[in-house]
């Protein structure tokens, strides 16, 4: 598979597969990709909406610390960058606990979606691939989907052998703007019918540069290390195997408005997964079993002192049976159940915001498909959840706390058609009603949060979120022109919504009431309103001179977002309209890019938001691999990444930080990569 950079964002040139809605040319031919997060393992012109993919050459590439930062630039998703080592992805203007973060399926994320300054406990480094999933394949795996799933595989549990008996890779990486030094190993052996896995990452950055007269943004450095081990049994039918994880991570908390106090998080996750597949020759064709224990921590620490204001801990224990069964009529699938409990406190500060709560979840979903024509194939999706949450809600009236619990049974479902057209090009039509019950921190927040200078107000009589989404989109698969467009809508009823009030509180609740005393944190309060999210999408690349050592070729993007409330005035948070091209040339040996992405200013605003300006990075890159003469048989490959290289100021619409802090200016980085 050959990947190409659209501004900064990949565009993927996507594979042409047999099979009835297969319509390759056999003068344009692409290696297969398979997408894991469906249950069918389907390829990417099988399915009915759109999927983006990360390789690891990719994510080597671009050196990001976070998967908000790996993503930001891709078609469709933006990143919260609240700090250097916090940023979650945000897809199509969908944020926090409706974009769901799994690793090799199962969940894991920590409390990243409980505020901004909380980051995934999940390094890129330690990834072979990402994947973006949105559309029916999503209801495997919850209402908290509802905006899409971002899944980080690895190969800590191996499903297979390696080539040779042993596979191997090192990379290293250094990055001018903030000093940033990173590296990484893999190793997977086999041992008769057991294959053994073990991988390490390090990361340490300072604080990174950025333009204008003050030369660094303060309080972005990073320090993140990463272990982990696995081992599967290869059964003649299939495999068993488990993996454990350590994450380590400090990192700064940026406080433009206070920078003689600053703050940074001190976290740890360790997080074990099993998963076994068994495949058999009857009506249920395979048995996947995954399940999964994480144990989280972090405090926020105040630097000069060492004092730990709050402290937050979270436990989740998951399990998931899928059965994939053979015809029922035109229909082939997989059908399951899927069962959560999450267990999340806090405590000194962070107990005044948020008191113990337990949230449990149990579910059944299914996923079919059917070839209605030789080009034509249905995609169906349905869950049905029961959603318990326990915890403690504040009466405003009487500004007791007293403990509470609400129930939901959240119902979705999607229906897609796939056509195969002439020419390589894909049609995709998917229609989704989506569920999501309120989590904990929607319905019982009740208290300030110093990181993020928030005085945070939940509300016990939220209802369920219900979204109906429709998008149509189009693709064309090929080496020498490819194509993915999508248009799509969303509208809510009872949108959650996450939105300053103008007032500011002190460290209790009775200085936020009128007449109160006010104070330095600003509130927030949690409400539902119905919104209508809608937006198009378009990437592409067209090869313009064949050479006969390479292809030189052209590269564009776009992408637009708009989100309104219903009874008048925008969503917050909305990312920018984004456009952006390049010129690229590919050969076996050397290849490289030079593009640019320009943001439009966001004037789209929410209340008491304040208008960010645009901005235009210039990016390029240049790859090469060395003659193994010179490596004695080692592919080793140099990259050189260039970002921003104009320096230009950018601010993060989506940002709580945007007008304090400037993301990165110019970088130049180097990376070293060997597999053997």
Known sequence: MRHLEIGTATILLLAATNGPVAAADAADPLDTIVVTAS?????????????????????????????????????????????????????????????HVLENGLGGDGVSGVSEDHAVPIDPLSATKVEVVRGPATLRYGSQAIGGVVNVINSRIPTSKPEDGYTAELSAGYDTVDKGRDASALAEIATGNVVWHADAYRRKTDDYRIPGDVSHQSETWTDST????????????????????????????????????PTFIDMEQTKIQTAAELNFSSWVKTLRLTGGYNTYNHGEVAAATGEVGSRFDDKLWEGRAEFLHDNIGPFTGAFGIHAIEHKLSAEGEGGELL?????????????????????????????????????AALDEATEDVNAASRSYTPVSGSAGLVWALPANWVAGLTFQASQRAPEALELFSKGAHDATGTFELGDPTLGMETAYSTELSFRREGKDFSLEAAVYQTKFDGYVLKQYTGETCDEDFASCTPGGSGGEFREVRYSQQDATFRGFEIGGKHSVVKLDDGTIGLDGRFDVVRATLDAGGNVPRIPPMRVGAGVYYEADRLSGRVGVLYAFRQNDLGAFETETAGYTLLNAELHYMLPQTFTRGAPIELSLIGENLLNDDVRNHVSFKKDGMLLPGRDVRLVVATRF
């Open 226 to 261: 990463g272990v982990a081990g696995g081992a599967s049994v290869l059964l003649d039918n299939g495999y068993v195997g488990a993996s454990i994880s350590h994450f380590d991570s400090d990192y700064g908390i940026p406080v433009p408005e206070d920078p003689a106090n």
């Open 355 to 391: 008191a113990p709560a337990k949230t449990e979840t149990l579910a059944a979903f299914l996923f079919e498909e059917a070839s209605l024509t030789d080009a034509l194939k249905l995609q169906l999706g349905g869950r049905i959840e029961h959603v318990a949450v326990d915890g």
């Open 39 to 99: 249950p069918l393992a389907s390829p990417l012109d099988q399915l009915a909406a759109p999927v983006t993919v990360v390789t690891r050459d990719e994510i080597l590439s671009k050196g990001a610390p976070t998967l908000g930062a790996l993503l930001a630039d891709e078609p469709g998703i933006a990143q919260s960058s609240f700090a250097g080592g916090a940023s979650r992805p945000i897809i199509r203007g969908l944020d926090n606990f409706r974009v």
